[in-house]
């Protein structure tokens, strides 16, 4: 059960979105900027580094939210997305996002664990600066969402077809859709 009532409808951040429309769109527009807006790198990989730093994180709903929109928008779907979340050194990924990961990780533990050496081999794997930025505000922001998720108990549900659904709707309608119908439920009600 939730720290704050929430509606126990919408699970995670749906609901707390929905209980503070106002702090909800703004990051729901950072959101869908990084996460769907135009990269070198794709949808289905931004969403990955969301998933892994998640899922090290301990936060449930986020890892599982993640891996569903990540497994709806990469090669090799679902399989690529349990592999990287297991062990980014084994998982059938490129050598790029590889290197992005291990930057995304070093960003959750700390800002001061992301190191030249780090930065130096995702570029050499062929990262760009943008690419770089990205993975660590990625990270932040993931890390941020975590707390946010599991510091207020927010509900998740434990059906992988929840989160099958909740990425075909992402996919459909992108983040701004998501806040924007938390905020309008909000501010009916």
């Known amino acids: 059960m939730s720290h704050i009532t929430v509606d126990p409808t919408k699970p995670g951040i749906i609901g707390l979105f929905a209980f503070r429309p106002e702090t909800a769109k703004p990051l729901g527009e ?11 790198l794709t949808t289905g990989e931004r969403e990955l ?6 899922k090290e994180n301990d936060c449930y709903f986020c890892a ?7 497994a709806a928008q990469i090669e090799g779907g679902a399989e690529t997305v349990a592999a990287a979340k297991k062990d980014i ?3 059938p990924i490129s050598d790029k996002l590889r290197a992005l990961l291990k930057v995304a990780l070093a960003t959750r533990e700390s800002g001061h664990s992301v190191t030249s050496a780090l930065i130096d081999n995702a570029k050499a794997a062929g990262a760009s600066e943008a690419d770089i930025h990205d993975t660590v505000l990625i990270a932040s922001l993931f890390s941020l969402f ?10 998740a549900p434990d059906q992988p077809e929840w989160y099958a659904g909740a990425a075909q709707a992402l996919v459909a309608g992108g983040y ?3 806040s924007g119908a938390a905020q309008a439920e909000a501010q009916a009600a």
């Open 176 to 178: 701004a859709a998501i």
């Open 30 to 40: 950072l959101v869908e900027t990084l996460l769907r807006g135009p990269s070198s």
């Open 89 to 91: 050194t084994s998982a």
């Open 49 to 54: 580094i969301g998933a892994v730093v998640s």
């Open 146 to 155: 975590n707390r946010y998720v599991d510091g207020l108990a927010t509900d």
């Open 64 to 70: 599982e939210a993640h891996g569903a929109f990540s």
